[in-house]
């Protein structure tokens, strides 16, 4: 069973940090690419970053380059997004993606809230 656990997500003020995490089960993580989206209300949900595997390679949504970093753990069974300078564009739920096995699968999401 393919389980993906999002976490990490808070308030913070504008310029701000939050590094969110996912935990992921049911698959062999290291061999899988990962990818993160977001979705603030009343919008679609948008690209945000990807991680190659097993190239590790990885690339991102024009909106946060330069501020947000994806990385893995293979060990954890983890994915990491650290967002940096946050803006108060950036408010939305973060969701972690993967494909597997001819189906795309999500977790759950976490909130993150950029706000004075």
């Known amino acids: 069973q393919v389980q993906l656990v999002e976490s990490g997500g808070g308030l913070v003020q504008p310029g701000g940090s939050l590094r969110l995490s996912c935990a992921a089960s049911?698959?062999?993580?290291?061999?899988?690419?990962m990818r993160w989206y977001r979705q603030a209300p009343g919008k679609e949900r948008e690209f945000v970053a990807i991680?190659?595997?097993?190239?590790?390679?990885?690339n991102y949504a024009d909106s946060v380059q330069g501020r947000f970093t994806i990385s893995r753990d293979n060990v954890k069974n983890t994915v990491y997004l650290q967002m940096n300078s946050l803006k108060l564009e950036d408010t939305a739920v973060y969701y972690c993606m993967t494909w597997y096995r001819g189906e795309t699968y999500w977790g759950q999401g976490t909130q993150v809230t950029v706000s004075e």
């Open positions: 991680i190659a595997a097993p190239s590790g390679a990885t």
């Open positions: 049911g698959f062999t993580f290291s061999s899988y690419t």
